[in-house]
């Protein structure tokens, strides 16, 4: 007896369900047999974070008795994290994929980190450029530095950013790739440093006179370091004027220096005007060839 075409869909069907159940069956059976596993993997992570914590306490300690600056702090605290993380990860994935060796996962992480290198270029340029920059001694937090067209103070250096605080007060997150590709002027590396102007006297002056003058009252103007030698040069022949170049020195942060300049401009304003030394504004002269003929109320 021969089966019908309809028989044969429903033998068709039940032989499919079959196989389907089957599999469901052999992944439930699968994921029970990973409970165990799960549940020590857990474990592993859970005395991974403790350790990485006890050990980020512990380092902390040991290099604030050191007195290492923060950035240095901040940087080893960071790499003892990240190298228990990855132990502690390696051990947890062993534990969970029993078939998988810790030196086909080594070797199967150093294929997939090309390709990973590839994709996320940026972010590992900036987080490399940040160790290197967390290492060196120079540039420290509170520093007033310039970086390209980025100019403020060090508020916080992390592995892919700096924190960057202008005198406006507004806050740049800059990339470290830039403050280690540009050129790094630390305004404030030591507790003082040099700073100028240049003033203008009348070409008639007694030039000798003149320096005399500013070197006295640059010395007298507040913020100047009286054990520093203050400079009055005179440096070029300007349109109306003999330019000195007037250099002192003061605190090297932002609000010494620009107190002391204050302090100087005004000083040098009233010595020169006390001693009736001309201080010259921009001045043109006309010749024409043939005389000018005025003409008011319609006469000439």
Do not use: C
Request: glycine share 6%; charged share 25%.
């Amino acid at each position: 007896m021969m089966n019908s075409p309809l028989d044969n869909t429903i033998d068709k069907s039940v032989d499919t369900a079959g196989v389907l159940v089957r599999q469901l069956w052999k992944i439930w059976e699968s994921l029970v047999e990973m409970v165990p596993g799960m549940i020590i993997a857990l474990v592993v992570f859970l005395v991974t974070w403790l350790v990485a914590s006890s050990a980020s306490r512990i380092a902390d300690w040991i290099t604030r008795k050191r007195e290492m600056r923060p950035s240095l702090r901040a940087l080893i605290d960071t790499l003892i994290r990240i190298a228990i993380w990855i132990f502690g990860t390696l051990i947890a994935l062993t534990i969970l994929l029993p078939g998988l060796t810790p030196t086909g996962l080594i070797t199967g992480l150093g294929l997939g980190t090309v390709a990973i290198g590839f994709a996320f270029q940026d972010f590992f340029e900036n987080f490399l450029a940040g160790i290197f920059i967390m290492a060196r001694k120079k540039m420290r937090i509170g520093d007033y530095i310039k970086a390209g067209d980025i100019e403020g103070t060090v508020e916080m250096i992390r592995l892919r950013d700096t924190h960057i605080r202008k005198l406006s007060r507004e806050l740049l997150i800059v990339p470290n790739t830039h403050m280690f590709k540009n050129t790094l002027e630390i305004l404030t590396d030591e507790a003082s440093r040099r700073h100028e102007i240049t003033t203008g006297v009348a070409y008639h002056t007694d030039l000798e006179q003149a320096r005399e003058v500013i070197r006295k009252a640059v010395a007298s103007a507040d913020g100047v370091d009286p054990e520093r030698p203050v400079d009055v040069l005179a440096t070029q022949f300007n349109d109306s004027s003999i330019d000195f170049t007037v250099r002192w020195w003061s605190g090297s942060d932002i609000a010494a220096m620009l107190d002391s300049r204050d302090s100087v401009v005004r000083r040098i304003k009233i010595a020169l005007d006390k001693a009736d030394i001309e201080i010259p504004f921009p001045q043109v002269t006309h010749n024409f060839r043939e005389p000018i003929r005025l003409e008011s109320d319609g006469k000439k």
